[in-house]
């Protein structure tokens, strides 16, 4: 059993000692059914002793500067790749993940995201001289200033406890924000062995802290901080954005998805099949931009159905034991078991079929899904149009592009997508179709480990982004400066005493400005 070698109630962060609400939360291996450890279920009043430590030490986090977060940020790089093999453990003790999947989609994302963030934060945030047409500030000194916010509340899900739990934790601190991160109380032993590692790479006491817990702890988390960077379900979403509503502070929400992958009849089939395969399959299905849905045209849809087939069948699924031993790990929330047999049942009754799985496995204690293909499938179905987070993949045949185009966008979610062709100027012109966050061409999903590129959904699937300038600057306050130099004149020309000659001349100034309906200058 792979546990956190400190028991998590000694490294969390509870000033004074602070109360929490009793029973403790065991944190379960879902590949095996043992306890991997147990944490604190923090009430309201410990988060605020939290909050106030947060607050106390940010000032000096943002007196650091640039340079120095960055020191602490690559410091915090090397400690994860000389911890790697525990941070793996850890991650697969609570998520029942394959060895790889915490590897590639958890340690490599972090790892490069420390750099990223260390590297880049100065560029995104440092003072900005801004250049104006406006005849009133001639001469005048325009600053943008991106400043911390003061303290980051961020509520991660359970299905990557370090890419999306703690990764939103990294821009935050390299703006000089403090952060209090509220895990999934099924996945919280990451974040506690992050903390770990944030202070043996010389983070300020206070700077990082997890206030480990369930729903109520995230909900007390949104009374005290500045921002809310919230990651999770529709529903739960909801629920943060009208808490930060109440409080007036801004919130950023990455939610779930339905990505639709659409292959057209010229596509490299064995290509697209293997990303189909992959990227329905990679985590168990359990990611926000899983493949959730497949549209292929009618005249390569046997060939494609015959590839995926072949390549689902190979599949292994079980409890991981060590690199290279499952391609399919386990379902990581309890509830989500239910969620998939429930979209796959619904889908049979009116009339899908499954050519590989269908059904749920406990072994050794425990709790897996098969791989699943399903075929005959539509919109009636739930496993076409609601988020199933599970190994599952239906395909559906389609007419043309166009069909493909329509149903992909018949989605209240709009997170990711992908376009399969050999064609790559008509695959880029349909991905500017679909109506999502991202889309790849050729490629799927791919677009997440790009920190360059904006990662945010759209309708349902979210509220702003993750990563490039956006995913840092939502962690700050703008604020305009104007700077007038000491040799100003004593009284600008538009003021009191009003003067009919002056304004005359001011009227005059203003048409030739913007009566004559062309010539759109560079400051403009
Ligand atoms: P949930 O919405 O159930 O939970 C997310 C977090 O919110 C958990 O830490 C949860 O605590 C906490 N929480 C629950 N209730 C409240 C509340 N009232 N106020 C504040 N916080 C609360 O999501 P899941 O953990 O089930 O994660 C899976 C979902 O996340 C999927 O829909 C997936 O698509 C989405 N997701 C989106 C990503 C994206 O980038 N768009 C990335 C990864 C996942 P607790 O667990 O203790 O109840």
Same mark, same amino acid.
């Given at each position: 059993?792979?546990?956190?070698?400190?028991?998590?109630?000694?490294?969390?962060?509870?000033?004074?000692?602070?109360?929490?609400?009793?029973?403790?939360?065991?944190?379960?291996?879902?590949?095996?059914?043992?306890?991997?450890?147990?944490?604190?279920?923090?009430?309201?009043?410990?988060?605020?002793?939290?909050?106030?430590?947060?607050?106390?030490?940010?000032?000096?986090?943002?007196?650091?500067?640039?340079?120095?977060?960055?020191?602490?940020?690559?410091?915090?790089?090397?400690?994860?790749?000389?911890?790697?093999?525990?941070?793996?453990?850890?991650? /697969?003790?609570? $998520? *029942?993940? @394959?060895?790889?999947?915490?590897?590639? %989609? =958890?340690?490599?994302?972090?790892?490069?995201?420390?750099?990223?963030?260390?590297?880049?934060?100065?560029?995104?945030?440092?003072?900005?001289?801004?250049?104006?047409?406006?005849?009133?500030?001639?001469?005048?000194?325009?600053?943008?200033?991106?400043?911390?916010?003061?303290?980051?509340?961020?509520?991660?899900?359970?299905?990557?406890?370090?890419?999306?739990?703690?990764?939103?934790?990294?821009?935050?601190?390299?703006?000089?924000?403090?952060?209090?991160?509220?895990?999934?109380?099924?996945?919280?032993?990451?974040?506690?062995?992050?903390?770990?590692?944030?202070?043996?790479?010389?983070?300020?006491?206070?700077?990082?802290?997890?206030?480990?817990?369930?729903?109520?702890?995230?909900?007390?988390?949104?009374?005290?901080?500045?921002? /809310?960077?919230? $990651? *999770?379900? @529709?529903?739960?979403?909801?629920?943060? %954005? =009208?808490?930060?509503?109440?409080?007036?502070?801004?919130?950023?929400?990455?939610?779930?998805?339905?990505?639709?992958m659409i292959v057209l009849s010229d596509a490299d089939l064995e290509r697209a099949a293997n990303m189909a395969v992959y990227y329905s399959?990679?985590?168990?299905?359990?990611?926000?931009?899983?493949i959730?849905r497949v549209y292929v045209e009618a005249p390569a849809y046997d060939e494609f159905l015959g590839k995926v087939t072949e390549k689902m069948r190979a599949?292994?699924?079980?409890?991981?034991?060590?690199?290279?031993?499952?391609?399919?790990?386990?379902?990581?929330?309890?509830?989500?078991?239910?969620?998939?047999?429930?979209?796959?049942?619904?889908?049979?009754?009116?009339?899908?079929r499954?050519l590989t799985?269908?059904?749920?496995?406990?072994?050794?204690?425990?709790?897996?899904?098969?791989?699943?293909l399903l075929v005959d499938v539509?919109?009636?179905?739930?496993?076409?149009?609601?988020?199933?987070?599970?190994?599952?993949l239906p395909i559906m045949k389609v007419a043309d592009a166009?069909e493909a185009?329509?149903?992909?966008?018949?989605?209240?979610?709009?997170?990711?997508?992908s376009v399969f062709t050999r064609d790559?100027?008509r695959g880029?012109?349909?991905?500017?179709?679909?109506?999502?966050?991202?889309?790849?061409?050729n490629?799927a999903?791919?677009?997440?480990?790009?920190?360059?590129?904006?990662?945010?959904?759209?309708?349902?699937?979210?509220?702003?982004?993750?990563?490039?300038?956006?995913?840092?600057?939502?962690?700050?306050?703008?604020?305009?400066?104007?700077?007038?130099?000491?040799?100003?004149?004593?009284?600008?020309?538009?003021?009191?005493?009003?003067?009919?000659?002056?304004?005359?001349?001011?009227?005059?100034?203003?048409?030739?400005?913007?009566?004559?309906?062309?010539?759109?200058?560079?400051?403009?």
């Amino acid at each position: 059993m792979a546990t956190v070698e400190q028991h998590p109630a000694d490294i969390l962060t509870t000033p004074n000692g602070a109360a929490h609400a009793g029973a403790d939360i065991a944190v379960e291996n879902p590949a095996t059914g043992e306890i991997a450890g147990t944490v604190p279920d923090l009430d309201a009043a410990a988060v605020a002793e939290m909050a106030r430590t947060g607050r106390d030490a940010q000032p000096q986090w943002e007196a650091f500067g640039f340079e120095a977060r960055a020191q602490v940020l690559m410091r915090a790089q090397k400690w994860l790749m000389d911890n790697q093999e525990r941070m793996i453990q850890t991650i /697969i003790s609570e $998520t *029942g993940k @394959t060895y790889e999947d915490a590897e590639f %989609a =958890e340690i490599g994302y972090a790892a490069n995201a420390f750099g990223f963030w260390a590297k880049n934060a100065p560029r995104y945030l440092e003072d900005e001289r801004v250049r104006s047409s406006q005849l009133l500030v001639k001469g005048k000194k325009l600053i943008l200033r991106h400043r911390p916010l003061g303290l980051i509340g961020v509520i991660g899900p359970w299905n990557y406890p370090l890419t999306n739990s703690f990764g939103d934790c990294i821009p935050a601190l390299a703006a000089g924000n403090s952060v209090i991160l509220k895990p999934s109380e099924v996945t919280p032993l990451t974040s506690l062995l992050m903390a770990e590692g944030l202070r043996e790479s010389g983070l300020p006491e206070g700077v990082f802290q997890v206030a480990t817990g369930r729903g109520e702890t995230g909900a007390a988390l949104i009374e005290h901080v500045d921002m /809310i960077m919230f $990651t *999770g379900s @529709t529903r739960t979403g909801r629920k943060v %954005a =009208e808490a930060a509503a109440r409080r007036l502070i801004p919130c950023s929400l990455e939610l779930g998805g339905k990505d639709p992958m659409i292959v057209l009849s010229d596509a490299d089939l064995e290509r697209a099949a293997n990303m189909a395969v992959y990227y329905s399959m990679q985590n168990a299905g359990q990611t926000c931009i899983s493949i959730e849905r497949v549209y292929v045209e009618a005249p390569a849809y046997d060939e494609f159905l015959g590839k995926v087939t072949e390549k689902m069948r190979a599949l292994r699924v079980g409890a991981p034991h060590g690199p290279g031993s499952v391609e399919v790990g386990a379902i990581t929330f309890p509830p989500q078991l239910a969620t998939i047999e429930d979209h796959v049942k619904d889908a049979l009754d009116k009339g899908a079929r499954t050519l590989t799985g269908g059904h749920a496995r406990h072994d050794g204690g425990g709790r897996f899904y098969e791989p699943t293909l399903l075929v005959d499938v539509d919109h009636t179905m739930k496993i076409m149009t609601e988020e199933t987070f599970g190994p599952t993949l239906p395909i559906m045949k389609v007419a043309d592009a166009e069909e493909a185009v329509r149903l992909a966008n018949d989605s209240p979610y709009g997170l990711g997508a992908s376009v399969f062709t050999r064609d790559t100027a008509r695959g880029e012109e349909i991905a500017k179709r679909i109506h999502a966050g991202a889309a790849n061409v050729n490629d799927a999903l791919i677009n997440y480990t790009v920190l360059e590129l904006p990662m945010g959904g759209a309708k349902a699937s979210g509220l702003g982004s993750r990563h490039a300038a956006g995913g840092i600057r939502k962690f700050c306050a703008q604020q305009a400066i104007v700077i007038t130099p000491r040799l100003a004149l004593k009284r600008e020309v538009h003021m009191f005493p009003y003067k009919a000659k002056t304004t005359r001349m001011l009227s005059r100034f203003f048409k030739f400005m913007y009566g004559r309906g062309k010539g759109i200058s560079k400051e403009s």
